[in-house]
Protein backbone atom coordinates (compact mmCIF):
# COMPACT_ATOMS: atom_id res chain seq x y z
CA UNK A 1 0.00 0.00 0.00
CA UNK A 2 1.54 3.34 -1.34
CA UNK A 3 2.28 5.69 2.15
CA UNK A 4 0.50 9.14 1.39
CA UNK A 5 2.58 12.47 2.65
CA UNK A 6 0.84 12.97 5.59
CA UNK A 7 1.59 9.10 6.78
CA UNK A 8 5.01 9.52 6.28
CA UNK A 9 5.51 12.48 8.56
CA UNK A 10 3.31 10.99 11.54
CA UNK A 11 6.23 10.41 13.60
CA UNK A 12 7.64 13.94 13.80
CA UNK A 13 6.40 15.99 16.36
CA UNK A 14 4.61 19.20 14.02
CA UNK A 15 2.56 22.57 14.84
CA UNK A 16 1.45 24.88 12.44
CA UNK A 17 3.53 27.96 12.08
CA UNK A 18 0.36 30.41 11.11
CA UNK A 19 -3.52 28.37 11.49
CA UNK A 20 -3.32 26.06 8.30
CA UNK A 21 0.22 27.18 6.77
CA UNK A 22 3.69 25.87 7.92
CA UNK A 23 5.43 23.15 10.44
CA UNK A 24 7.39 24.05 13.18
CA UNK A 25 9.22 20.39 13.71
CA UNK A 26 9.96 19.97 17.04
CA UNK A 27 12.49 17.30 18.67
CA UNK A 28 14.73 16.95 15.49
CA UNK A 29 18.62 17.27 15.75
CA UNK A 30 19.53 17.99 11.90
CA UNK A 31 23.04 17.60 12.73
CA UNK A 32 22.60 14.08 13.93
CA UNK A 33 19.29 12.79 12.40
CA UNK A 34 19.34 9.83 9.93
CA UNK A 35 18.10 9.50 6.32
CA UNK A 36 14.89 8.24 7.27
CA UNK A 37 14.29 11.32 10.12
CA UNK A 38 15.31 13.81 6.85
CA UNK A 39 13.40 12.20 4.36
CA UNK A 40 9.84 12.68 7.03
CA UNK A 41 10.80 16.19 7.30
CA UNK A 42 11.53 16.58 3.55
CA UNK A 43 7.94 15.51 3.65
CA UNK A 44 6.68 17.47 5.98
CA UNK A 45 7.95 20.91 3.80
CA UNK A 46 5.91 19.40 0.93
CA UNK A 47 2.45 19.32 2.47
CA UNK A 48 2.79 22.88 4.68
CA UNK A 49 4.82 24.92 2.12
CA UNK A 50 7.70 26.19 5.07
CA UNK A 51 9.03 24.34 7.79
CA UNK A 52 11.04 25.59 11.15
CA UNK A 53 13.32 24.00 13.39
CA UNK A 54 15.34 25.84 16.04
CA UNK A 55 18.31 24.74 18.01
CA UNK A 56 20.23 23.75 15.59
CA UNK A 57 23.74 23.25 15.17
CA UNK A 58 24.88 23.26 11.48
CA UNK A 59 28.15 23.22 10.10
CA UNK A 60 28.89 23.97 6.57
CA UNK A 61 28.83 20.41 5.72
CA UNK A 62 25.75 19.77 7.30
CA UNK A 63 24.02 22.64 5.69
CA UNK A 64 24.86 20.77 2.44
CA UNK A 65 23.44 17.06 3.24
CA UNK A 66 20.24 18.75 4.84
CA UNK A 67 19.53 20.67 1.73
CA UNK A 68 20.59 18.31 -0.44
CA UNK A 69 17.74 16.02 0.73
CA UNK A 70 15.33 18.17 -0.33
CA UNK A 71 16.87 18.25 -4.34
CA UNK A 72 19.84 19.60 -6.13
CA UNK A 73 21.62 22.82 -4.33
CA UNK A 74 21.19 25.62 -6.62
CA UNK A 75 24.03 28.80 -6.95
CA UNK A 76 24.01 31.78 -6.39
CA UNK A 77 24.11 34.89 -8.66
CA UNK A 78 26.63 36.70 -6.43
CA UNK A 79 29.36 35.10 -5.90
CA UNK A 80 31.45 37.23 -3.84
CA UNK A 81 29.57 36.50 -0.17
CA UNK A 82 29.83 32.35 -0.71
CA UNK A 83 31.27 30.83 2.33
CA UNK A 84 34.59 29.85 1.32
CA UNK A 85 34.99 26.36 0.03
CA UNK A 86 30.83 26.46 -0.33
CA UNK A 87 29.80 27.60 -3.07
CA UNK A 88 26.28 26.98 -2.39
CA UNK A 89 26.42 28.59 1.32
CA UNK A 90 25.70 32.57 0.78
CA UNK A 91 26.57 34.67 3.29
CA UNK A 92 23.95 36.89 4.70
CA UNK A 93 25.46 39.72 7.32
CA UNK A 94 26.24 43.33 8.31
CA UNK A 95 29.65 42.09 9.72
CA UNK A 96 32.93 42.72 8.63
CA UNK A 97 36.59 40.89 8.60
CA UNK A 98 39.25 42.36 10.37
CA UNK A 99 40.27 44.93 7.28
CA UNK A 100 36.72 45.75 7.33
CA UNK A 101 35.36 43.97 4.33
CA UNK A 102 31.64 43.02 4.40
CA UNK A 103 31.52 39.30 4.97
CA UNK A 104 28.04 39.14 3.61
CA UNK A 105 24.87 40.68 1.47
CA UNK A 106 23.48 43.15 3.91
CA UNK A 107 19.17 43.80 3.46
CA UNK A 108 19.65 41.78 0.75
CA UNK A 109 16.06 40.39 0.45
CA UNK A 110 14.06 43.36 1.49
CA UNK A 111 10.94 43.56 -0.32
CA UNK A 112 8.22 40.96 -0.83
CA UNK A 113 9.21 38.85 -3.93
CA UNK A 114 10.23 35.01 -4.48
CA UNK A 115 14.11 33.94 -5.04
CA UNK A 116 14.99 33.78 -8.84
CA UNK A 117 11.96 34.68 -10.35
CA UNK A 118 14.04 36.51 -13.18
CA UNK A 119 15.47 32.53 -14.11
CA UNK A 120 13.55 30.62 -16.66
CA UNK A 121 13.60 27.98 -14.01
CA UNK A 122 13.35 29.72 -10.23
CA UNK A 123 14.55 27.92 -6.95
CA UNK A 124 11.81 25.74 -4.89
CA UNK A 125 12.88 26.51 -2.11
CA UNK A 126 15.47 28.61 -0.05
CA UNK A 127 16.93 27.92 3.99
CA UNK A 128 18.40 30.46 5.92
CA UNK A 129 20.52 29.15 8.93
CA UNK A 130 20.40 31.80 11.55
CA UNK A 131 24.21 32.34 12.77
CA UNK A 132 24.20 35.34 14.78
CA UNK A 133 20.42 37.35 15.24
CA UNK A 134 19.87 41.34 16.31
CA UNK A 135 17.75 41.59 19.49
CA UNK A 136 15.25 43.01 17.66
CA UNK A 137 14.12 43.95 14.27
CA UNK A 138 15.01 41.59 11.39
CA UNK A 139 12.16 39.30 10.97
CA UNK A 140 11.86 37.27 7.98
CA UNK A 141 7.90 37.15 6.82
CA UNK A 142 6.45 34.96 4.51
CA UNK A 143 2.94 35.21 3.29
CA UNK A 144 0.87 32.25 1.91
CA UNK A 145 -0.36 32.55 -1.58
CA UNK A 146 -2.15 29.49 -1.83
CA UNK A 147 -4.42 30.43 0.45
CA UNK A 148 -4.83 34.35 -0.78
CA UNK A 149 -5.78 32.17 -4.17
CA UNK A 150 -8.10 30.49 -2.62
CA UNK A 151 -9.98 33.56 -1.05
CA UNK A 152 -10.43 35.25 -4.14
CA UNK A 153 -13.49 35.48 -5.75
CA UNK A 154 -14.46 33.11 -8.98
CA UNK A 155 -14.66 35.73 -11.48
CA UNK A 156 -11.31 37.21 -10.04
CA UNK A 157 -9.95 34.33 -10.36
CA UNK A 158 -10.58 33.87 -14.09
CA UNK A 159 -9.17 37.09 -14.86
CA UNK A 160 -6.13 36.60 -12.77
CA UNK A 161 -5.66 33.10 -14.55
CA UNK A 162 -4.10 33.57 -18.20
CA UNK A 163 -2.24 36.76 -17.35
CA UNK A 164 2.20 36.33 -17.43
CA UNK A 165 4.53 38.68 -15.82
CA UNK A 166 7.81 39.70 -17.29
CA UNK A 167 10.34 39.34 -15.15
CA UNK A 168 13.87 41.20 -14.89
CA UNK A 169 17.19 40.71 -13.30
CA UNK A 170 18.69 43.79 -15.02
CA UNK A 171 15.88 46.19 -13.80
CA UNK A 172 15.48 44.74 -10.51
CA UNK A 173 19.45 45.55 -9.91
CA UNK A 174 18.91 48.78 -11.26
CA UNK A 175 16.01 49.82 -8.97
CA UNK A 176 16.53 48.34 -5.95
CA UNK A 177 16.24 50.06 -3.00
CA UNK A 178 19.51 48.49 -1.29
CA UNK A 179 22.01 48.46 -4.10
CA UNK A 180 25.06 47.81 -3.68
CA UNK A 181 26.93 46.51 -6.22
CA UNK A 182 27.08 47.17 -10.27
CA UNK A 183 25.63 44.48 -13.33
CA UNK A 184 28.90 42.84 -14.93
CA UNK A 185 28.41 41.61 -18.46
CA UNK A 186 28.45 38.25 -17.55
CA UNK A 187 25.42 38.68 -15.06
CA UNK A 188 23.88 40.40 -17.78
CA UNK A 189 24.90 38.03 -20.14
CA UNK A 190 23.45 34.70 -17.91
CA UNK A 191 20.26 36.62 -16.63
CA UNK A 192 18.36 37.37 -19.46
CA UNK A 193 14.36 38.46 -19.14
CA UNK A 194 11.96 36.08 -18.23
CA UNK A 195 8.41 35.14 -18.72
CA UNK A 196 6.33 33.63 -15.85
CA UNK A 197 2.69 32.42 -15.34
CA UNK A 198 0.60 35.19 -12.35
CA UNK A 199 -0.72 31.94 -10.72
CA UNK A 200 1.54 29.27 -10.63
CA UNK A 201 0.11 25.33 -10.28
CA UNK A 202 2.51 23.03 -7.59
CA UNK A 203 3.59 19.73 -9.33
CA UNK A 204 3.31 17.96 -5.81
CA UNK A 205 -0.22 18.28 -5.97
CA UNK A 206 -1.98 21.06 -8.36
CA UNK A 207 -2.80 23.40 -5.22
CA UNK A 208 -2.86 26.82 -6.92
CA UNK A 209 -1.12 29.79 -5.97
CA UNK A 210 -0.69 34.25 -6.69
CA UNK A 211 3.02 33.88 -7.64
CA UNK A 212 3.43 37.86 -7.81
CA UNK A 213 6.62 39.60 -6.83
CA UNK A 214 8.11 42.94 -6.15
CA UNK A 215 11.52 44.22 -7.55
CA UNK A 216 11.81 41.91 -10.58
CA UNK A 217 8.93 42.68 -12.17
CA UNK A 218 8.96 45.00 -15.34
CA UNK A 219 5.69 44.57 -16.78
CA UNK A 220 2.32 42.23 -17.31
CA UNK A 221 2.19 40.99 -20.81
CA UNK A 222 -1.02 42.59 -22.90
CA UNK A 223 -1.10 45.75 -20.09
CA UNK A 224 -0.13 49.15 -20.12
CA UNK A 225 2.73 49.86 -17.91
CA UNK A 226 0.60 52.06 -15.24
CA UNK A 227 -2.13 49.92 -15.32
CA UNK A 228 0.22 46.49 -14.92
CA UNK A 229 2.00 48.08 -11.96
CA UNK A 230 -0.83 49.07 -10.48
CA UNK A 231 -1.95 45.64 -10.58
CA UNK A 232 0.82 44.28 -9.25
CA UNK A 233 0.86 46.66 -5.85
CA UNK A 234 -3.14 45.97 -5.51
CA UNK A 235 -2.25 41.80 -5.15
CA UNK A 236 0.90 42.21 -2.91
CA UNK A 237 -1.70 43.95 -0.86
CA UNK A 238 -3.80 41.57 -0.73
CA UNK A 239 -1.31 38.68 -0.33
CA UNK A 240 0.31 40.32 2.12
CA UNK A 241 -2.64 41.29 5.03
CA UNK A 242 -1.60 39.80 8.39
CA UNK A 243 -4.29 37.26 7.94
CA UNK A 244 -1.96 35.49 4.98
CA UNK A 245 1.39 36.23 6.66
CA UNK A 246 3.72 34.28 8.99
CA UNK A 247 6.24 37.08 10.94
CA UNK A 248 9.61 34.85 12.06
CA UNK A 249 11.48 36.28 15.08
CA UNK A 250 15.03 35.11 14.88
CA UNK A 251 16.54 32.89 17.66
CA UNK A 252 20.18 31.66 17.33
CA UNK A 253 20.33 27.91 15.31
CA UNK A 254 16.85 28.58 13.68
CA UNK A 255 16.38 26.50 10.26
CA UNK A 256 14.11 28.13 8.26
CA UNK A 257 12.81 26.71 5.27
CA UNK A 258 9.89 28.24 2.15
CA UNK A 259 8.89 26.97 -1.09
CA UNK A 260 9.07 29.26 -3.44
CA UNK A 261 6.47 28.01 -5.77
CA UNK A 262 3.49 29.02 -3.23
CA UNK A 263 4.71 31.62 -1.06
CA UNK A 264 6.11 35.36 -1.17
CA UNK A 265 8.75 36.54 1.47
CA UNK A 266 10.04 39.66 2.70
CA UNK A 267 13.24 40.05 5.18
CA UNK A 268 12.95 43.25 7.13
CA UNK A 269 15.32 46.20 9.03
CA UNK A 270 17.23 46.02 12.13
CA UNK A 271 19.59 48.34 14.16
CA UNK A 272 22.72 47.33 12.07
CA UNK A 273 24.61 50.13 14.15
CA UNK A 274 23.60 48.20 17.54
CA UNK A 275 23.43 44.50 16.31
CA UNK A 276 24.63 42.03 14.16
CA UNK A 277 23.69 39.51 12.24
CA UNK A 278 25.10 36.51 10.38
CA UNK A 279 22.47 33.83 8.22
CA UNK A 280 23.99 31.41 5.91
CA UNK A 281 21.08 30.92 2.72
CA UNK A 282 21.10 28.05 0.47
CA UNK A 283 18.99 27.33 -2.54
CA UNK A 284 17.26 24.09 -3.90
CA UNK A 285 16.66 24.26 -7.70
CA UNK A 286 13.65 24.09 -9.35
CA UNK A 287 11.56 23.87 -12.42
CA UNK A 288 9.95 25.67 -14.43
CA UNK A 289 6.72 27.12 -13.56
CA UNK A 290 3.51 25.20 -14.14
CA UNK A 291 0.32 27.77 -15.45
CA UNK A 292 -2.77 27.49 -15.10
CA UNK A 293 -4.63 25.56 -17.92
CA UNK A 294 -7.40 27.83 -19.31
CA UNK A 295 -10.09 27.38 -21.87
CA UNK A 296 -9.96 29.50 -25.35
CA UNK A 297 -12.72 31.77 -25.26
Known amino acids: MKTSLAESTETLQIKPLKDEFGALIENVDLQSADDATLEKVVQAFRLHGAILLRNQTMEPDDLMRFISAFGEPELHTQKNYCLPGYPHIFR ?75 HSYVHFVENREFNSYQLTDEQRQDNPDVIHPMIRVHPADGRKALWISTGTVKHIIGMEDDEAMKLVDELVDYVTQPKYVFSHKWQKGDVLMWDNRCTLHTGSLFDDTKYQRMAHRLWVKGEKPIAVETKEP
Open 92 to 166: LSNMTDEDGNALGAHNDGVGWHTDYSYKAEPVMSTMLYAVEVPDEGGETLLADQVAAYNDLAEDRKAQLDPLKIH
